[in-house]
């Protein structure tokens, strides 16, 4: 009897087709289960994307609020995280990104553009570049709120037992 650690992955078989079975048994249910797959697929995406979104726009908004704003006439005061943050997004983006909008993946590619190679404390020091990119950020964030939009959540409904 084998016994297996925490580290060790549990590899259970799945399928994400329809039976191949079904396609001699029965043409129309085999049909209909692929688009069922299909169809699950595609939510799966629409769902990915819209929380790459939205953590994206929290990102970008944050960054952008906290250089571009001032408290009594001084620059707002911004932490290492929030520039931090935004690479580790595009790092994960890049990972895991799924290809699926064009138009998210040249915002990313842009704001990518925009931070890489600044370091907080250049951001801190250099007004003019700190206005500079915060201008640039909040182009960003204007094309992200546009692909910001509010759809309903699915509702799943459970039958009475």
Known sequence: MSSTTLDEPIVRPSTVEAPRY????NPELYKQQCARVAARFDEAVRLTEAAF????????????ERLAGEEDG??????DSAVGNLA????????LNIRSNDQLD???E????????????????????????ATQLTEVQ???????????????LRRPQ
Request: proline share 4%.
């Open 110 to 133: 842009q704001a990518q553009h925009i931070v890489q190679g600044r370091k907080p404390q250049q951001l801190r020091d250099n007004n003019t570049l700190r206005r500079s990119v």
């Open 106 to 108: 040249e915002l990313v």
């Open 142 to 156: 204007n094309a992200l709120d546009e692909l910001l939009v509010d759809r309903p959540r699915r509702n799943i």
């Open 22 to 25: 079904l396609q001699q048994l």
């Open 88 to 95: 580790q997004f595009f790092e994960r983006f890049h990972q």
């Open 53 to 64: 979104v939205e953590e994206f726009a929290k990102l970008v908004s944050h960054l952008t």
């Open 74 to 79: 001084k620059p707002k005061v911004f932490r």
